[in-house]
């Protein structure tokens, strides 16, 4: 049985016709044979447009019928173009791109009846390049279509030709750089190729800015760094005008660090325990967390998740992250299993009003002597009495000792003897809240140090421990317009006691009871950094120093007058990832674009309509960090504001140095 099938294929410009002759009996014999290009033959020659650069695979190319060019009587392996001139003029004819010797001809007439066009033949050396690539130059009459014989200038020669034909202008870029990604401290080279009939020099550009010296048709950096990633584009000129190539965007990633390491952890059995880090350098990242050196099952996330733990789960653990350019391993960390736990709860409290805040102990039969500090930041609230559990234990004795910020508490029973086993009320830590609170606001209590357990001899014990806050949400300023913004802003007031928020945590703040305008349409939160069942929330990753940190909330309401009324929940999270740099174009903002009013900086940049826009900020100019959520272009100037948190680590006031750019998202 025999099968015939003619398949055209178009790859880029290469045009070439397969024919497959299958000889099917049984489980016969195969065979395959390649057929010539479809502009093998002058009847099928394929029209050649001005500044049109066209390849051609001439493998299988002939010289059947084709008529021998005068210049290059060992002419081989041709194809067919034709080329209608659109107005008299002189044109320049090229194959200088071509990776084999080449040879021209150029023809009038028809395919049955071919003149060579006077001057219409070459070899080597044309006037377009120099060597074995074949160029010419004609004067072409305007309406009359010529026919162009390329190929081999030798018998036997396989390879790819490619031809283009222009007028003596401007130059033609053949071909622009392309996007490149590499490792920290490697080596990168763009190429670039352009036509130019009366020479060219070529000018390398980095983010739009001319790179001194950087003038050769490559572009080699021989030692990359972060700060060499960015668009690169090439400018090639001639007397008669320059052509600028496509971008290529560098991409550099250095090899994996650990912003932020893991920490050891205390828990009880039945608890659930987490171990976070923060990973550097350029993703993707790829994460392994193992215990006692053996891979941890599921443990391939940043945060690790150990629910309803048992003695089983204790050891050492340590985390490899990975990237394209290398691995990097975390000092090793411990998750011992207590059997007591000592946790300062939450309570929320209206300005001017006192609030109750318990003190709770899981005991363990063994504990005798109990010494805990309360860090907090006294800025809204005052430590005004401490009201012991004195049903916790007969012949219990409680002391306490204030100052500004700080309590340390004791609790001594008898000697030799122990609170019993379970959770217990030990104690709640009477508040004052002040009566001027400027706005919402959350006062972190901290278990600070000394806190200790010991046991009848005076042993020291090891817990678990959590740390509580205050909330202060309700009968403070709300929010209120900005004229800067047109939008109503909220500074949501964060008390941080001596310590500090630590560094692998975050705050959570959820926005409940947004509400409407006056027209019935939705108030919403502008720069949230997500959604949880359907709440919006704002996110701040530690470290904070102590002292109060503004965080400002920002609300979109329609009409501009009704004014929110929104309430808050508070929690302690894992640290949030920070967001992966998107890819994109950076853009410099003018310096006439940037005004402080307030302590706040507003930034004026152009954009275009739909699409993604990121404001980055650093304090080096070397290593940007992205600040979420990202703007929408509508086609004109967006205004964007930097008021600290959750935009940005800080107030711009409390930095030395902060420089910002726009980036264009792809």
Known sequence: MNYKMDIRATCGRKLATLLFAFAVAALGPFSVALAQPANDQCGGAIELGLDTYLQADLATATTTNDPAPACQPGFNRGVWYRFTA?????????????????????????????????GGCNDNDGPACAGAQASLVF??????????????????????LSIVITTPGKPIMMQSPQNQSVCANEPVTFDSDAFSYNGATYQWQFNGSNLPGKTAPSLTLPNVQPKDAGNYRVIVTNPQG??????????????????????SVNATPGSTAEFNVVAGGG????????????????????????????TNVSGTYTVSIKNPCGTVQSAPVTLA??????????AAALPGQSVEVPVRLLGSSNENHIVFTVDFNSTFVQLDDIIFNENLHPGATFTWSPSVGRAVVSMQ????????????????????????????AAVLLNLG????????????????STNGMILITEGVEPPVLSSGTGLFEHDFLVAVPNGGFPADRSLQLKIFDLGEDSRGRLIQVFNATGVSSNVPFVRI???????????????????????????????????????????????????NQMSMVNGAVYLKFKTLPDRKYYIQYSSDAVTWNTSTPPLTGNGGWLVWTDNGPPKTPSRPGDQTTRFYRAFLAD
């Open 86 to 118: 659109p107005t008299n003029g002189t044109y320049v004819l090229s194959t200088c791109g071509s990776d084999i010797d080449t040879a021209l001809a150029v023809y009038f007439g028809n395919c049955n009846f071919l003149n060579p066009l006077s």
């Open 139 to 160: 004067n072409g009459e305007g309406g009359l279509t010529y026919f162009i014989l390329a190929g081999a200038a030798t018998p036997g020669t396989n390879g790819n």
């Open 242 to 263: 320059s052509v600028t190539s496509s971008v290529a965007k560098l991409t550099v990633t250095s090899q994996p660090v650990i912003v932020t390491p893991p920490t």
């Open 283 to 310: 993703g993707p990242f790829t994460y392994q967390w193992k215990r006692n050196g053996n891979n941890v099952a599921n443990g391939t996330t940043p945060t690790l998740l150990l629910q309803n733990i048992g």
């Open 337 to 346: 299993i207590v059997k007591r736990a000592l946790r300062l709860g939450s």
């Open 413 to 440: 029973l008898p000697a030799g003897q122990v609170i019993e086993t379970g959770n217990h009320e030990l104690a709640w830590l009477v508040f004052s809240a002040s009566g001027n609170v400027p706005g919402p």
């Open 449 to 464: 140090n000394p806190t200790e357990l010991f046991n009848p001899t005076g042993t020291s014990m090891p817990y678990a």
């Open 541 to 591: 990753n530690g470290p904070l120093p102590a002292g109060v940190t503004p965080v400002t909330i920002q609300y979109i309401v329609p009409d501009r007058q009704t004014t929110p009324a929104p309430t808050y929940q508070v929690r302690q999270l894992a640290l949030a990832q920070p967001a992966a740099t998107p890819g994109g174009t950076p853009i410099a903002i003018p310096p």
